[in-house]
């Protein structure tokens, strides 16, 4: 998916609920980080795996994924999450990953509003969705060379807070990216 390269070493660990991937993020400071694929449920008649990624707490065994660590290193990071990819497929052929952002719900936006000190609008956020926007801008950059290997679904929340699914389209603001390989047999 991106340059091999250009990224972080990681270790990879199966776990309960799906794939882990742990590395060093080596900046101002280093920080453990996680890349966490966790099973959600089923959809289409395949397992839906969640793209997890945030600081690795040791001691609890958790990911946590709202810190923004800005440790000088993005793109390194981005490249380590974006080549987990391939590696998440080898281990989940069928299953479909979804990437959301944590700063998308609504909870963050709750928070965001009691601590922040910018002067957001009523009703908006300007820190929200930022890791969402990220992933997918990095799709619309490149969606002709990934769908050689990928199909691309673009997921938004209707007004009940359901997913709706439609095939993805560049330059449309989803609230989640779902990816299938494409080489397997529907």
Do not use: W
């Not at 952002?101 to 000190?117: L, M, T």
């Not at 950059?141 to 560049?170: H, T, W």
């Amino acid at each position: 998916m991106s340059n091999p390269n250009y990224s972080y070493d990681v270790e990879v660990e199966q776990t309960g609920v799906g794939l882990q991937f742990i590395f060093v993020s080596e900046g101002k400071n280093d920080i453990v980080k996680a890349i966490e694929y966790s099973y959600v449920q089923n959809l289409m008649d395949r397992q839906l795996y969640n793209l997890g990624f945030g600081d690795y707490d040791l001691e609890t065994d958790r990911v946590m994924d709202e810190p923004v660590s800005d440790n000088g290193d993005h793109y390194l990071i981005l490249n380590t999450v974006l080549n987990s990819i391939p590696t998440f497929f080898q281990h989940y052929p069928q299953a479909i990953m979804a990437v959301q952002g944590s700063d998308s719900k609504p909870e963050f936006i709750v928070r965001c509003k009691a601590e922040c000190r910018r002067r957001c609008a009523e009703g908006e956020c300007k820190k929200a969705h930022r890791r969402i926007n990220i992933y997918r801008g990095y799709v619309d950059a490149n969606l002709s060379i990934l769908q050689k290997e990928y199909v691309f679904y673009g997921g938004r929340n209707d007004i009940d807070g359901q997913i709706v699914i439609e095939d993805y389209r560049k330059g449309i603001k989803y609230d989640a990216i779902l990816v299938l390989k494409k080489d397997v047999n529907l």
